[in-house]
C-alpha cells in the first residue's frame, strides 16, 4: 500500500471544530397558550446558539404517535405546523429548521425510526432537546436502552422526582439545558 504524504507549513495547527452537531426539539408543541410554545421554541433556540449546534431541527409528532404516548387529544398536525412555521419566519433565524417527516408519514412512528431518519438526514452527533415528561416516556420504551447510546438528551427544564429508571442509569447521557455540563465545565478549563 502506497503512502501519502501532506507538507503543512511549520507550526500549523489543526483549527478546533467549534460546531457540535444537531439539536433537535422533539415535542407535540401543543400550547395551551401560545406565549408558552414561543417561551419554549425561544429556549431552544437560545440553548442551540450557546451550544453552538449547526442547526436546531423542530419534529413536531404527529397526533397518532402523540396518542399512543400520551391519550390525550392535540391538534391536527397541520395546524401545529402552521404556528412553527410562523415562528420560524418570526425568529428570522437560519439555523432554524422544520422536519415534516411525520406529517408525510401521516401514522405512528416509533421513537427508534423517528431517531433513525434523523440520524440519515443530519448525521452526528444528535441531541435530542426533551421536556421532562417527554424523557420519561421516551425512557419507557424498550429501544430506549439502545437509542441513547447514540444520541444525547438535553432536558428543557430540571426533572421533577419522579424519574424513570432507565434515565437514573443513563445519567451520564442527559443534561438540563439552563445547567452546565460536567463534559462541558471541563472542556471550558
Known amino acids: 500500500m502506497k503512502r501519502e504524504t501532506a507538507q503543512v507549513p511549520f507550526g500549523y495547527e489543526p483549527p478546533v471544530r467549534t460546531v457540535k452537531g444537531v439539536l433537535v426539539f422533539y415535542d407535540s408543541f401543543e400550547s395551551e397558550r401560545e406565549e408558552d410554545l414561543e417561551e419554549e421554541l425561544a429556549a431552544a433556540l437560545v440553548t442551540a446558539r450557546q451550544r453552538n449546534f449547526t442547526k436546531l431541527v423542530l419534529y413536531p409528532l404527529h397526533e397518532e404517535t402523540l396518542r399512543r404516548m400520551t391519550k390525550i387529544p392535540v391538534l391536527p398536525y397541520h395546524k401545529r405546523e402552521k404556528s412553527l412555521i410562523a415562528w420560524k419566519q418570526e425568529s ?35 441531541f435530542l432537546y426533551v421536556t421532562p415528561e417527554m424523557a420519561n416516556r421516551l425512557a419507557g420504551y424498550d429501544a430506549f436502552k439502545e437509542v441513547i447510546k447514540r444520541i444525547r438528551l438535553i432536558l428543557s427544564t430540571a426533572p421533577g422526582e419522579a424519574l424513570h429508571p432507565n434515565l437514573e442509569k443513563f445519567r451520564s447521557r442527559w443534561d438540563v439545558a439552563g445547567e452546565a455540563s460536567a463534559d462541558q465545565a471541563n472542556r471550558d478549563k
Open 92 to 126: 428570522g433565524s437560519s439555523l432554524v429548521t422544520l422536519e415534516s417527516w411525520e406529517g408525510r408519514r401521516k401514522k405512528y412512528t416509533p421513537f427508534e425510526a423517528a431517531v433513525r431518519h434523523l440520524e440519515e438526514i443530519y448525521g452526528g452527533p444528535l
